[in-house]
Structures are given as structure tokens and as C-alpha cells.
């Protein structure tokens, strides 16, 4: 079973993928942009999940970045 800590920020990460079938997960209806994948340890990839909170911020951060650029 996976660690239920974001190994970005150490924080719970609300993962269910060990509470039964696949698809009950809040992250399953997610799409994770390879460049928040790299921010991830090489010892935690395909291990431990992204929480959301992670994930939400770098959508934030990578959006501004993306809107100041014009």
C-alpha cells in the first residue's frame, strides 16, 4: 500500500486507492502534468501520491506564470 503522505510536501494526500476498487480516488479524475512529477523523489515515484493541495498550487503557480508571460 502506498505512504498516505504527499512526498512534495509531507501532508496527508487523501489518497483511497487502498480502500477497494480502482476509481474511488479523488486524484483519478485528475491529470498530473509531468512537471509536478519531477518535483517528486525518485524513492517516492509510483509510491506515494500527490495531494491535492500540491497539485491545486502548482496548477495556481504554473498559471500565473503562464499569464505574466503576455
Not at 21 to 36: K, M, Y
Request: aromatic share 6%; charged share 30%; hydrophobic share 30%.
Amino acid at each position: 500500500m502506498a505512504n498516505k503522505y504527499c512526498p512534495i510536501c509531507g501532508e496527508a494526500n487523501g489518497c483511497m486507492s487502498g480502500a477497494g476498487e480502482h476509481g474511488n480516488c479523488w486524484c483519478d479524475a485528475e491529470v498530473f502534468p509531468n512537471e509536478i512529477l519531477e518535483l517528486v523523489p525518485a524513492e517516492s515515484i509510483r509510491k506515494d501520491c500527490i495531494c491535492k493541495k500540491c497539485l491545486d498550487k502548482f496548477r495556481e503557480e504554473h498559471l500565473s506564470k503562464t499569464t505574466n508571460k503576455k
